[in-house]
């Protein structure tokens, strides 16, 4: 399986990559949402596991963009933040999931029930 990760921070990239790389074949990464969107097509990850907050595009939007494109694609939205507007904002966004950054380990569990209901 291949992984999209998208976020601004060095550090969480390469926090997310070690924890999922036992799960992927393939990470690939992104700086930002504009990013993102572009490289979503040529690289047809199975996920994608993106920041909400980032300085070049919002990650919802840029979830939006992708999912315009592509309806089946699987993104789950993540963020240091809980409140309640980014919350709702990111699942009606059409990402399969939002997930807190202190939880990063339910991302496995999600794809894995995914998988199976699917």
Same mark, same amino acid.
């Given at each position: 399986m291949k992984l999209l990760l998208v976020d601004d921070n060095d550090n969480m990239r390469r926090i997310m990559r070690d924890l999922y790389s036992p799960y992927f074949s393939e @990470? @690939?990464?992104?700086?930002?949402?504009?990013?993102?969107?572009?490289?979503?097509?040529?690289?047809?990850?199975?996920?994608?596991?993106?920041?909400?907050?980032?300085?070049?595009?919002y990650g919802i939007e840029a979830a939006k963009r992708i999912l315009s494109d592509d !309806?089946?694609?699987?993104?789950?939205? @993540?963020?240091?933040?809980?409140?309640?507007? @980014?919350?709702?904002?990111?699942?009606?966004?059409? !990402?399969v999931a939002f997930v807190k950054k202190d939880d990063l380990v339910e991302i496995v569990e999600i794809i894995n029930k995914y998988s199976l209901e699917v």
């Open positions: @990470i @690939i990464e992104c700086s930002d949402g504009v990013e993102a969107v572009e490289q979503f097509s040529s690289i047809h990850p199975d996920w994608t596991v993106m920041d909400i907050q980032m300085k070049q595009m !309806a089946n694609a699987k993104i789950i939205l @993540i963020s240091q933040h809980n409140d309640e507007e @980014i919350v709702t904002e990111a699942q009606q966004s059409g !990402a």
